[in-house]
């Protein structure tokens, strides 16, 4: 196997659509992931919801930010979609990202989409991604290394249910 496929940090499949997408190791956007976290901050809903900024969503914009990734294999449980990170695919549900945030008891910030826009995509402080769709509201890993798996390899997420 190259080393040019493969990484310690990812899945092969995954490590290798990360790198179609544009990624490598080391990769580092802090000036778009600062654009971002502006425009986050500058948005209120009408009601006034205000999205959170914090370390763990900046460091995931700024390594992440502005790719588009498509899987390269059919999933193992579900169809993957293509994920898109861009924060601002999230601007607009300042409620939704706060109500979730309110109801895990920490700060939610968006991370992108999924597919056409099919999907929300979040991360908490603590690093832990969850995706937001028609049909509820689901946990894809501790941190944005287990989400992208989970997504790209079509692995099934966990949903969220009160308790």
Known sequence: MSDR????????AVDAALRESGWQPGRWDIKIAEQWADSLRAYASPAGHQHKVFPAAVEAWAEFGGLCITAA??????????????PLAGLHLARTLSDLGRALETEISPLGAEGDDQAVLAIDSSGRVYSVDHTGDWYLGADIDQALSTLLLGLQPQRLTLT
Not at 5 to 12: D, E, I, K, Q, W
Not at 73 to 86: E, F, K, M, N, S
């Open 73 to 86: 294999g059919p999933g193992r449980q579900t169809t993957p979609l293509a994920v898109r990170i861009d």
């Open 5 to 12: 496929l493969s990484t310690t940090r990812f899945p092969v």
